[in-house]
């Protein structure tokens, strides 16, 4: 372990990174979508509103950063018959006056798990180095700011400024790795960034709360939450009222992680519904308490009918011509039209909106905020012609732009419906 320490050590991030990571985006989604396409038998899948897609724009790097690294790593114990999560980079330095110290996690699921681990790794490697980027820059913009109001360089020693990236296994088994990736930084809480990682061993794909709870997952999950937090209040904790920016629901793709009872638990933010001083609030979602049978989960899906197609069956012409009608209501600004192109509920990811029930309530929206300038820009720029399927549908979005807003869309019931709206992160 000696040895693999001074080998991590020695390991610089490359300078290229950055643009390997934009060549390896476009690598992965190919590489997985037409392996998903392989082995999906034909059935309609409704995916938590269709935001598993909408949401992924992966990379692909991989863990053997160096010949001595890949040899040392073979070293290290497996946990698990297969999979296993160790440290594939660890370094402390020091930029200026300012310490940064790092634990980088990777997965290896095994072959059957290669492009899984692929995505994760390349997730978090992303992750991390654009957050340790941009508290660098954070600190010196803090630290400009303190000697020009009167502070001096002594005074500036004293706040000894420490950035910190790590993660913290939450569950391993042999069917799910959990785990989080955290980014924090000593002098504010306002930054820090955490990412939460779920991984299904056997089917290895990402895990969603649908998996867990059915169908109805956001049904139930709210009303768990509500009970717990009811009976929190009760025994003196504090929470926002609803009109305060209080609890309403969760978000279709809410933070979890699953802990040592194979339990999700929900988190939220710092200040998202209770008093700073609380800081990230959980609540774990007891699978038998809601009377969900741990050895018999199975991924959120529609019942299997004959005559419907799924999105991997759909023909790609009839795909084209509804993403252009997608892009005629968009750059006409027209609610209405976009409107008669949904399937409800849909998931529209404005602050304070979320799930839209029905057509009316969708109707009352603010068509400048739904239409906003950057979704008008990002589906104009965006290819009708080469969209690829994914279980969630088809996203429509400008994949030039990382992070571009998007519309989702898919086979619903046997007809193309749009099934989200995403704005850019």
Do not use: C
Not at 150 to 171: F, L, M, P, S
């Amino acid at each position: 372990m000696e040895k693999s320490r001074e080998v991590y050590e020695q390991i610089e991030i490359p300078k290229e990174l950055e643009g390997k990571v934009q060549e390896a985006i476009e690598i992965s989604r190919w590489k997985r979508k037409k392996a998903l396409a392989r082995g999906r038998r034909k059935k309609v899948y409704r995916w938590a509103l269709g935001m598993a897609a909408a949401f992924t724009v992966v990379t692909m790097i991989g863990l053997n950063t160096s010949e001595a690294f890949a040899m040392e790593v073979q070293k290290i114990p497996v946990i698990g018959e297969l999979a296993r999560i160790l440290t594939i980079r660890s370094y402390e330095r020091t930029e200026g006056d300012i310490q940064i110290a790092a634990e980088i996690p990777g997965v290896d699921l095994g072959e059957n798990g290669r492009e899984l681990s692929e995505e994760t790794n390349a997730q978090i490697e992303k992750m991390t180095a654009q957050y340790e980027r941009e508290a660098l820059e954070r600190a010196e913009e803090y630290k400009q700011a303190f000697l020009e109001t009167g502070g001096t360089e002594e005074e500036w020693a004293e706040h000894d400024i420490q950035i910190r990236v790590w993660y913290e296994i939450k569950n391993q088994t042999e069917d799910v790795l959990s785990f989080v990736v955290k980014g924090t930084e000593n002098w504010t809480s306002a930054y820090a960034k955490t990412r939460y990682y779920n991984l299904d061993l056997e089917r290895n794909e990402f895990l969603t709360l649908g998996d867990f709870l059915g169908q109805d997952y956001m049904e139930k999950a709210n009303e768990s939450i509500r009970r717990q937090i009811e009976e929190r209040t009760q025994k003196g904790e504090t929470f926002f009222a609803t009109e305060e920016g209080g609890f309403e629901t969760i978000e279709a793709e809410p933070d979890f992680y699953v802990n040592e009872k194979g339990n999700p638990v929900i988190v939220f933010e710092k200040y998202a519904i209770a008093p700073g001083a609380m800081g990230e609030v959980e609540f774990e979602i007891d699978l038998r308490q809601e009377g969900v049978e741990k050895e018999s989960q199975e991924p959120v899906k529609a019942q299997e009918t004959d005559d419907d197609l799924d999105n991997f069956d759909a023909d790609m012409e009839e795909v084209s011509a509804f993403a252009a009608l997608i892009k005629e209501a968009v750059a006409e600004k027209s609610l209405e039209k976009l409107a008669d192109l949904t399937g409800f509920p849909v998931y529209v990811g404005l602050d304070e909106v979320g799930v839209v029930e029905t057509k009316e309530d969708f109707l009352k929206l603010d068509p400048e905020e739904v239409l906003s300038e950057e979704l008008q820009i990002s589906i104009e720029k965006a290819d009708t012609k080469d969209l690829e399927p994914s279980m969630a549908g088809f996203t429509l979005m400008d994949y030039q732009t990382e992070g571009s807003a998007s519309i989702t869309f898919g086979v619903v019931n046997g007809e193309f419906l749009i099934t989200g709206i995403n704005y850019a992160y």
